[in-house]
Structure formats: structure tokens, C-alpha cells
């Protein structure tokens, strides 16, 4: 069983910032990709910022500049750090892993529980 635990979340002014952190256990014998979503009150989920196991990223364009993801393999660690939030950033941010379970060649998707971020204008 694999189970990705996050923090960091909580409630911060516009301008200020957060980090958040999700750490994947159980089973997990390899990540192929390292992502945070979010989903805002009546919308849609959206992915904010991705990471490959080569450190490759991607970034939504609402983050892009402001937002900054990592991933630490050993510590099967992902981290998201916020800056200049923003209060259109509030919503439930999710920690998403692609990876292999052990004994296992399949990729499996795994979600986290969910943290939630306010921005107070």
C-alpha cells in the first residue's frame, strides 16, 4: 500500500508564502513523475507544477515565476514553495505521484489527501 502524506498548508496573506511537502510510503519501489494539482471551489482540478525522476518541470502558466516544485527521489519527497501568493491560489492543493509499487512494472497513480491553502487579500 502506498500512502502520500502532505503539509505545509494553511492560511497566508496576499504577497507571502507557503511550502508544501508530500512524502510517499508504503511499497513504492521507483517515481516516474511528481505533481501538485489544486482545486478551487467550484471548478476544476488543475495541475499547478510537475517534476520527472530526470528533473524536468513544467508549471501551469498562473505559476510559472512565482511557484517552484522539487522532488527528492531518495525521500520519495515532493515539494511545492509558493511565493507571491496570490488570493485566486486558494483552493485544495493535491500531492499526485506516477510510480511503481514494489515487485511491480506498472505505474500506478497515487493522490494525496489534500491540504488546504488561503490567501487573504
Known amino acids: 500500500q502506498v500512502q502520500l502524506v502532505e503539509s505545509g498548508g494553511g492560511l497566508v496573506q496576499a504577497g507571502g508564502s507557503l511550502r508544501l511537502s508530500c512524502a510517499a510510503s508504503g511499497s513504492i519501489s521507483s517515481i516516474a513523475i511528481m505533481a501538485w494539482y489544486r482545486q478551487a471551489p467550484g471548478k476544476q482540478r488543475e495541475s499547478v507544477a510537475t517534476v520527472t525522476s530526470g528533473g524536468t518541470t513544467n508549471y501551469a502558466d498562473s505559476a510559472k515565476g512565482r511557484f517552484t516544485i522539487s522532488g527528492d527521489n531518495a525521500k520519495n519527497t515532493v515539494y511545492l514553495q509558493m511565493n507571491s501568493l496570490k488570493p485566486e491560489d486558494t483552493a485544495v492543493y493535491y500531492c499526485?505521484?506516477?510510480?511503481?509499487?514494489?515487485?511491480?512494472?506498472?505505474?500506478?497513480?497515487?493522490w494525496g489527501q489534500g491540504t488546504q491553502v488561503t490567501v487573504s487579500s
Open positions: 499526485y505521484i506516477y510510480g511503481r509499487k514494489l515487485g511491480s512494472a506498472t505505474l500506478y497513480n497515487y
